[in-house]
């Protein structure tokens, strides 16, 4: 179980979401003690942007790994730095490295980052989103049997419908190099979605990136408290 700590959140989304490098380690910590055997995170500058700066992202990693003893990863997302070019030159400047990081095979320049990042030694979740043509760029992608795992994203956010959306998400990755597969949704989807990777005794994740609620629809205060209720649930149907 991942924790995936804050995502695209901002403090407009409630005190509840760490933004800074020590509040996102004392909740990665919670999140960890609560059974999360991973951390994934968003770093962010002290004015609340998504940003893959050295001065950035090493802080965060270094803060994380100060309090947590598990594997640390970060999202490369375009939407950070925008512009493969930038993007790369950012990654070359890092200092201190993730154990991991999420690359988005749809967008441009994934298999440059993803073979910049292999070659400084961090592992790569090659990161496929419903509704893109992430699966069939990943299945021919000569750096597939190389990735860590496939972080196979539902961006179906409809409760009723995200289940049917991860099985053919699911499928459309049959020819996927054969990777590990974590499998998650977002917003509305989060918990059918979670659900599913249970069944299948896939790996998933959780936390406020993903959602806002508990499986009650209550608020969540904290990324532990989701952990909890996600191990919960993904073992409720086994």
């Known amino acids: 179980m991942q924790v995936c700590l804050n995502g695209s ?23 960890v003690a609560a059974g999360a055997t991973e951390a994934h995170v968003h770093p962010r500058t002290p004015c609340g942007r998504e940003s893959l700066s050295a001065r ?12 947590v003893g598990v594997p640390v990863g970060v ?4 939407w950070a730095e925008p512009g493969t070019a930038a993007r790369l030159e950012r990654v070359r400047s890092w200092s201190v490295l993730p154990d991991f990081a999420s690359v988005n095979w749809h967008e441009p320049g994934a298999e440059e980052l993803a073979a910049l990042l292999l070659a ?7 990161g496929i989103w419903s509704g893109t043509g992430g699966a069939a760029r ?27 959306s991860a099985h053919a998400l699911l499928t459309s990755l049959t020819p996927a190099h054969g990777r590990p597969v974590l499998l998650h949704g977002e917003d509305g989807g989060t918990w ?28 969540a205060l904290s990324n532990a408290q989701l952990v909890t209720a996600g191990l919960v649930e993904y073992q409720r149907d086994q």
């Open 192 to 219: 059918p979605v979670l659900r599913v990777a249970g069944r299948l005794g896939l790996a998933t994740r959780i936390g406020l990136e993903d959602t806002l609620l508990l499986p009650n629809g209550e608020r």
């Open 75 to 78: 999202t490369t997302g375009a």
């Open 120 to 126: 400084r030694g961090v592992a790569v979740e090659a």
């Open 9 to 31: 959140r901002t403090a407009a989304d409630g005190a509840h979401v760490p933004l800074t490098p020590q509040e996102l380690a004392r909740s990665a910590a919670a999140a």
């Open 56 to 67: 950035v992202v090493g802080p965060v990693v270094e803060a994380l790994r100060g309090l």
């Open 138 to 164: 990943f299945a021919a992608s000569p750096l597939g049997p190389r990735v860590l795992r496939v972080l196979a994203e539902v961006t179906d956010t409809c409760p009723s419908t995200a289940e049917a």
